[in-house]
């Protein structure tokens, strides 16, 4: 049954994905990353990974993709007109798409698990997966998350900063 | 399969309550209405118009369902399923009672926050799909406004998980039942207040119903919704409401307990069962946002903006801050 | 149990998708849009690895993963928007030249 479930999710992902990058209009690919991502994070929820599938929802389908969404609509882009290019060569960066593909695949596939933490699945629901992520982030890593803190001000700035136009600039 | 069938009894009764109550809320806001301008409210059918939300509803499920030509009929069509789905979809991890919870899991408060901000996206596309100017700048309004206020009401709510120490929603309402004061609304009367404003605005009422405000926009992202398809809108803002009700219940007012020094005083209050508590809770909440709606007039976009930004969510960060320090110095 | 590989292969078919589809197409917003579908593949390396290792390191770096990702496409989509105002089009060849015309 789970394993049913989990080909589902995996052929499903798949499809959307490629369902996502090949949409003409841009709105439509911007949903069909929506519903990537909500499978993605159904992927997490096999791994244990509670509060990390409702971090991805809430961050990627409730900030990301809407900030695509209204930037699409500020736009007002609808499908690329088909020009002539100056450079063409689909083949070659076919090419060198897919062979980057396989390097990645058999690298991947020949990945073990041979470290083993104390971060066992036991230890785990004693103590809460939120709690365990929460304990590390802020002790280990705390420096890395005044760091973090840091990286989305400056985004904040430059967005501003990116977005103003004077006034006497509408000539 | 047994336990599944008892889950399917479960799910039905939840949401044919919630149904009943989202009905009759209408009637009852009709009512109040009425009474704070001195009317009557609705009077003809059955008894002081009891039945009139059911002729409501019957009139509205048999009229025609109009699909404008340029409109994206697909996404048109599936909008106001997303919004009324994952509103309902909120009601399984909501504890009614210590022991009738249909999901006990560990981050319901981040569903709960995760679900709102998916049901985003069916107000976005029900304006951009209807492809007109009226339904697209109020589905651009409703989703700035949502997105502004989702995070004074994460902010709020961080306080009460920092206090509880725990995202799931039964741990929250112990926690709380087992502090001197029996509720968060005390202790952190901020967060409170920046939770039923954020609360207000997220689901789109009043006095923030810029969204749907029929003098500037007709009717917002609604403008060309008929039948049904209007009607699961309409379904899905009062579903809304009571999630917020339910949250503002547990969060806050200690769900389905009450303070353990009233108890102290009057021993037999123990007798009565803990969903009345939390009925009587959300009935307050609900009440209140009627209350709000014949009283208050309609805030303008940009000062609407203002609050969410220059005023909520600094207080709601205030509120970490405080609850903090005071978590800090007394454990 | 489902394996590990299993896992990766999904995250590294993900990933090449995305990766595929950033040499191919030529729309400003897309690429932007194969960029997040890498990433997906990516966090999901990160969260597969931590269950199989029993660490859960994985996931905290997987969670400053989607941090930055939300920092940079705020950058990206705002340098979209001011690109567009300049040449009326999201064509990745129009960012071609150097000078302001």
């Not at chain 1, 689909?90 to 041979?114: D, H, M, P, Q, Y």
Request: charged residues 15%; aromatic residues 12%.
């Amino acid at each position: 049954m789970i394993y049913l479930i989990f080909a589902y999710f995996c052929l499903s992902t798949l499809g959307i994905s490629i369902m996502a990058l090949t949409r003409k209009n841009p709105v439509h690919a911007v949903l069909w990353l929506l519903l990537l991502f909500l499978h993605v994070a159904v992927i997490y929820l096999f791994l244990n990974a509670e509060f990390l599938a409702m971090v991805q929802v809430i961050v990627y389908a409730g900030a990301i993709l809407v900030m695509f969404l209204f930037t699409l609509f500020l736009l007002g882009a609808r499908e690329l007109p088909k020009k002539k290019r100056y450079t063409s060569m689909i083949e070659g960066r076919l090419l060198i798409g897919l062979s980057i593909t396989a390097t990645i695949l058999a690298v991947f596939s020949s990945i073990k698990a041979k470290y083993t933490g104390k971060y066992t699945i036991k230890y785990i629901q004693e103590v809460g997966n939120t709690k365990a992520i929460g304990v590390m982030l802020f002790n280990e890593y705390s420096l890395a998350v005044l760091i973090l803190g840091v990286i989305l001000l400056i985004p904040m700035i430059a967005v501003s900063v990116l977005a103003w136009r004077r006034r006497d600039d509408t000539s | 399969m047994i336990e599944f069938l008892i889950m399917l009894i479960k799910t039905t009764v939840v949401f044919g309550i919630v149904l009943t109550h989202v009905a009759y809320t209408t009637y009852a806001e009709r009512k109040i209405i009425g009474r704070a301008q001195a009317r009557m409210g609705p009077m003809e059918v059955g008894p002081h118009g009891l039945l009139q939300p059911i002729a409501d509803f019957i009139k509205i499920f048999f009229k025609e369902d109009i699909i404008p030509v340029k409109a994206e009929k697909l996404l048109f069509q599936i909008a106001p399923l997303i919004v009324l789905v994952f509103t309902m979809i909120n009601l399984t991890v909501i504890p009614f009672d210590k022991n009738f919870i249909l999901a006990d899991i560990n981050v319901g408060l981040l569903f709960i926050l995760a679900s709102a901000s998916i049901s985003v996206y069916g107000i976005i596309l029900a304006g951009w799909a209807s492809n007109s100017k009226y339904s697209f700048l109020g589905g651009l309004r409703s989703a700035s406004q949502v997105l502004s206020y989702e995070i004074a009401l994460g902010l709020s709510l961080a306080g009460v998980v920092l206090m509880a120490g725990s995202l799931n929603l039964r741990d929250i309402v112990i926690a709380q039942h087992n502090t001197a004061l029996g509720v968060y609304a005390i202790p952190q009367i901020i967060g409170f207040v920046v939770f039923v404003i954020s609360a207000f605005a997220e689901t789109n009422r009043a006095p923030f119903d810029l969204p749907e405000a029929e003098t500037e926009l007709v009717a917002g992202y609604l403008t060309e919704y008929s039948a049904f398809r209007y009607a699961l809108f309409f379904l899905a803002e009062y579903v809304a409401m009571y999630i917020m009700a339910f949250l503002c219940a547990l969060c806050f007012l200690g769900g389905w307990t009450i303070p353990k020094f009233v108890t102290d005083i009057l021993p037999f209050l123990e007798k009565v069962p803990g969903i009345i508590w939390f009925a009587i809770k959300v009935y307050a909440f609900i009440f209140l946002y009627i209350w709000v709606r014949a009283t208050l007039p309609r805030y303008r976009f940009d000062q609407l903006l203002n609050i969410g930004w220059k005023v909520l969510i600094p207080a709601g960060i205030l509120n970490i801050i405080i609850i903090a320090i005071f978590k800090r110095f007394t454990s | 149990m489902i394996p590990l590989e299993a896992y990766l292969i999904l995250a590294g078919l993900i990933f090449s998708i995305g990766l595929v589809n950033l040499f191919i197409n030529r729309n400003l917003i897309i690429v932007f849009i194969s960029l997040e579908v890498m990433l997906a593949g990516v966090n999901l390396a990160l969260v597969a690895l931590s269950h199989y290792m029993n660490d859960i390191r994985g996931q905290v770096l997987a969670i400053f993963t989607i941090a930055v990702a939300a920092g940079s496409v705020a950058v990206g989509l705002s340098l979209l928007i001011a690109h567009f105002n300049l040449k009326k089009s999201v064509d990745t060849e129009e960012l071609c030249e150097l000078k302001e015309e």
